[in-house]
T-cell receptor, first 116, second 111 residues
Framework: DTGVSQDPRHKITKRGQNVTFRCDPISEHNRLYWYRQTLGQGPEFLTY????????KSRLLSDRFSAERPKGSFSTLEIQRTEQGDSAMYLC??????????????FGQGTRLTVV | GQQLNQSPQSMFIQEGEDVSMNCTSS?????WLWYKQDPGEGPVLLIALYKAGELTSNGRLTAQFGITRKDSFLNISASIPSDVGIYFC???????????FGQGTRLTINP
């Protein structure tokens, strides 16, 4: 399977704990995005990488959140000191916008985080 | 910030019926995308639209990019049970090409 892969699929954690999610994009896709989706809403942009460089961060990404893509391949999203409001589906997407067309992003299956 | 208004929010139809949903925006987008999401899964890309006025089909799905670049519609013909799910429109924006999503249309099909 050459799609976007996310791990874990589900995570339950106690408030105040740190959690880390992993995303493996489609190989050769140089762009990687993180989105957050709460119940009944569409996904909201958090941050994106072009290769290993993090080029934009949303105001949704508080200082408790950090994302990395050290070698321009997989990415991790860490949430420190989790709060109940962090409970959501965290989605990763990748794309390879080499021209005006074919810029579409492909999503992984997501990581469902529940903070209790 | 940018927002997409997607309607209707939900639809209840009979199997075999045609479906139409649309998205409007106050902002211009370079690309419109339509995704389908099943419970507990990530969005799956259905159709991508790149040019104003473009009409694109993918099987029983047809979508159009509005001429003003501020709207798009998705039609599904002859609905079948596996069409059940939540459909999202998304506009692609700026150098980052990040996506702005609508609120979704939940489709329910009665057999």
């Amino acid at each position: 399977d050459t799609g976007v892969s996310q791990d874990p699929r589900h995570k339950i954690t106690k408030r105040g704990q740190n959690v880390t999610f992993r995303c493996d994009p489609i190989s050769e896709h140089n762009r990687l995005y993180w989105y957050r989706q709460t119940l009944g809403q569409g996904p909201e942009f958090l941050t994106y990488f072009q290769n290993e460089a993090q080029l934009e961060k949303s105001r949704l990404l508080s200082d408790r959140f950090s994302a990395e893509r050290p070698k321009g391949s997989f990415s991790t999203l860490e949430i420190q000191r989790t709060e109940q409001g962090d409970s959501a589906m965290y989605l990763c997407a990748s794309s390879f916008p080499d021209r005006i067309t074919n810029t579409e992003a492909f999503f992984g299956q997501g990581t469902r985080l529940t903070v209790v | 910030g940018q927002q997409l208004n997607q309607s209707p929010q939900s639809m209840f139809i009979q199997e075999g019926e045609d479906v139409s949903m649309n998205c409007t925006s106050s902002s211009i987008f370079n690309t419109w995308l339509w995704y389908k999401q099943d419970p507990g899964e990530g969005p799956v890309l259905l159709i991508a639209l790149y040019k104003a006025g473009e009409l694109t089909s993918n099987g029983r799905l047809t979508a159009q990019f509005g001429i003003t670049r501020k709207d798009s519609f998705l039609n599904i013909s002859a609905s079948i049970p596996s069409d059940v799910g939540i459909y999202f429109c998304a506009g692609q924006l700026g150098r980052a090409q990040k996506l702005v999503f609508g609120q979704g249309t939940r489709l329910t099909i009665n057999p």
